[in-house]
């Protein structure tokens, strides 16, 4: 059986838990310069931080954690800030797998990246008050490479949302445009019933058919779905409370 490596870090806003089949020591310092290049670049570039909509980057930009978000923020028509987390677990993900890691699961805040190529991954969905939080998951099968699956809300977490979505959850091959498209859907996810608002969040998600390989979308008891999405499980509540290998809780 392959020996697995667990690292939890808090580095001020951002909460990582990392699962893989390296050492992580070196984790820490790598996720902390590019923390660095993110703060250095906002203390000269405000706009970069506080803006809701795109924001322009020079191509000459060196660090590809500011030209990532730009670009994933341009992709859903968000802020770069809304591809904050995804973008720092896609890069910790390549970075495990450029150390020859060939299964590694980075969840930052709910926004994860993972390379699974010889096991299955279960990640559990939450989804506020709705009936059937944690309920449910999706199964991953051995795929060669990274996936990246971010989830948004208007009820559940610190982030920002116009919308009213318990959860949004987007898979795409990447989790820095997960994140972003995951928001974009989530603020639209408004109505005057749970069922209209899941429509309009659905038609949201429609314009993203190009970026993401598929959506969830869960607001109360009104559910939709949209393009490939992997396999749904049953879960049991008190199974998800532990960690186990192939599992994010």
Known sequence: MVKMFKKNLNLEETKIN???DIELDFLKKFIISKRNELKNYISNHYSFFNSHNPVYVED??????IKIMAEAGKIANVGPMAAVAGTISQLTVEELIKNGSEFSI???GGDISFINKNRKVICAIYSGNSSISAEIGFEFKPQKSPIGLATSSGTVGYSFSYGRGDSISVISNKASVADAIATAIANNVVGETDAEAVEN?????LKFEKYVNGALIILGESVATFGKLPNLVN?????NLKFKEDTIV
Do not use: F, P, Q, R
């Open 106 to 108: 980075v969840n930052n």
């Open 18 to 20: 990392v699962v893989s």
């Open 60 to 65: 000459n930009e060196e660090s590809d954690i």
């Open 201 to 205: 969040g659905l038609n949201t998600a």
């Open 235 to 239: 879960l049991k509540k008190e199974d």
